[in-house]
RNA sequence: GCUGCGGGCUGCUCUAUCGCGGCCAUGGCCGUUAGCGCCAUGGGUGAGGAAAGUCCGGACAACGUAGCGCACCACGCCACCUAACGGGUGGGCUGUGACCGUCAGCGUCAUGGACAGAAAGUGCCACAGAAAACUAGACUUCCUGCCGGGAGGGCUCGCCCUUCUCCGCUACGGCCUUCGGCACGUAGCUUCGGUGGGUAAAGGUGAAAACGUGCGGGGCUAUGCCCUUAAUGUAAGAGCGCACGCCAGGCCGUAGCAAUACGGCCCGGGGGUAAACCUCGUGGGUUGAAAUGUCACAUACACCACGAUUCCGAUCCCUUAAGCUGAGCCAUGCUCACUUCAGGGUGGGAGGCGGGUUGCUCGCCUGCUUGGAAACAGUCGUGGGGGGUAGGCAGAUAGACCCUGACGGUGACGUCAGGGCUAGAUAAAUGAUAGAGGCCCGGGGCUGGGCGUAAGCCCAUCGUCAGGGAACAAAAUCCGGCUUACAGGCCCGCAGCAAUU
RNA sequence: CGGGGUGUAGCGCAGCCCGGUUAGCGCGCGUCGUUCGGGACGACGAGGCCGGAGGUUCGAAUCCUCUCACCCCGA
């Protein structure tokens, strides 16, 4: 049985990390996302992996747009992350997600959903 | 009934699956208890009328506190409501519009008013215009004396009297879109100018022209006399006087808590602008949840204060004292012994018991070695300072709270009674998928009606099938207002149109 | 959460404080001249209702209120 849940452990809260994601991160961009990750060293949960969103406030002035937008990222992660947890597994290290939001319409529900396919996708053959 | 405008209320509902943040209960990780954390299950709960803009006012907190003033900012008819307000309610005054009404006036309704002061002072009022504001003085097609000129009349030919000193025309130039025109300028023509005094009426301009109207030279012993410019006569003698009216000020009376209204008396002021400076009155201590308190982690270090301690050594004292590197590992250095020509190599620099800890540690005994204290200075500890790490909890969600009813009040609102608990996140919780119902839109198909031979065209209440749409927008310490945005639905008021009675 | 600033011609800016002529300057643009041609230069010209709405005033880019957009600062 896979779990769908998303639970505190893997959010990603740590301001530190978050800016060393900026800074040392690597990345690529899977229109309209954006992924930043890095391999962090000590482990903060025991879930292979952290992920969080941004929306950018200079596209999207309304906060209702950007939770919208937030929520359905998050939600297509809930969805589909299982396919990075089983190629991690085993891994000592932790990887630090940041999807960034770059189209500058709200997009419909299914196209972020494919995206957040490939993207993972792509991350896999990277590893 | 439809349309438009304004105001108030409301701000789609349900089901299934997978998920999220708080709260409560149970269980597991979990071991002696408790707490924290994570997970699972169950229950219950989870954005707004504007949560928005951040335009005001408070609560709350820190700092300051002996009180006051200046500066600065905000507000400004009156009363009330309120914790408070620049908010609200009611009233007054005033502008605009509509209606009743014979005009004026009065009244009713709707709507707007930064609605204190322009008689405290300063500034400004472009262009145009004589003048744009203390005292009022220059100008003109105004009045008049003198000199000069023209016309007419009288006549003693010396003079005297009356009247005019304007209307206009032409040429050239300038401006405007042609014809053509002009508050335009210059020169000339027709018989017409110069100069002195006075200044009441009037002066095409302008947003605004000295409050409006009427009468009047001043004084006196008053049908006359006197005086001033200025002189025989004549004229003007004044931005002055009086009366009434309008507005403003002071006092009094009546109604009203008051603003104010009405009436009387007195005073003797009159352009606008205070969203120009300003004056008067009232209010404001400053900074703001990134406030503040507390717990944990981490406290390297320039510096300051206090306490303890000790290398050399003047001095003082005399065995109840001090020491035996480092918590551990590795490396280097120190000291002792042995060895080597030297570089170097080997070995040693303590042991035991007890308390206690993740760890640093403390006390006692044995062994070995050594004399100790003392200003400055060094070291250590505590506090401050400064730097760094940036988390948990409190603040922070039961409140100027919500609902219902009664009572008081024109109303905003208040009082009482009963009931209810209604988000508390912190890289930040409400989403995704599928389906159903209701609402709206436009009119495609069916349907109904009308016209037409027909093709077809037009209209449409209801029904039905397929389709599309559902706004403005999300808490971030809390509360009361204001402003702004808003699809659809319901209710009320006003206006217009149509039909019926 | 709090504070400050800017919107004026295609672009970059003055003018605003202290209201008054036809809102100026530079670059750019158009026409003409110059040149064999282009550039440079010279002459002439077009292009604005001052972000939006309302108000004060005789009169508003300027003063006041509300609003929209953008930029900057504060741990």
Redesign the pocket.
């Known amino acids: 049985m896979l779990?769908?849940?998303?639970?505190?452990?893997e959010?990603?809260?740590?301001?530190?990390v978050?800016?060393a994601l900026f800074k040392e991160g690597k990345s690529f961009g899977q229109y309209p996302l954006r992924l930043v990750y890095l391999s962090v060293k000590e482990r903060r949960?025991?879930f292979p992996a952290q992920f969080?969103?941004?929306v950018p406030k200079?596209k999207f002035?309304?906060?209702?747009?950007?939770?919208?937008i937030?929520?359905?990222i998050?939600?297509?992660w809930?969805?589909n992350k299982h396919r990075l947890y089983k190629v991690l597994e085993g891994e000592e290290r932790q990887m630090a997600l940041?999807v960034i939001y770059v189209a500058k319409e709200a997009l419909?529900?299914?196209e972020i959903?494919r995206a957040m396919r490939q993207m993972i996708s792509r991350l896999t053959k990277k590893r």
Do not use: C, D, H, M
């Not at 779990?3 to 452990?9: E, R």
């Not at 959010?11 to 530190?16: G, M, N």
């Not at 002035?61 to 919208?68: C, E, F, G, L, P």
């Open positions: 779990s769908y849940t998303f639970q505190k452990g959010r990603l809260k740590s301001r530190k978050i800016g949960s025991e969080t969103v941004s200079k002035s309304k906060a209702v747009a950007r939770n919208r937030r929520r359905q998050r939600e297509a809930r969805l940041l419909p529900y299914p959903e």
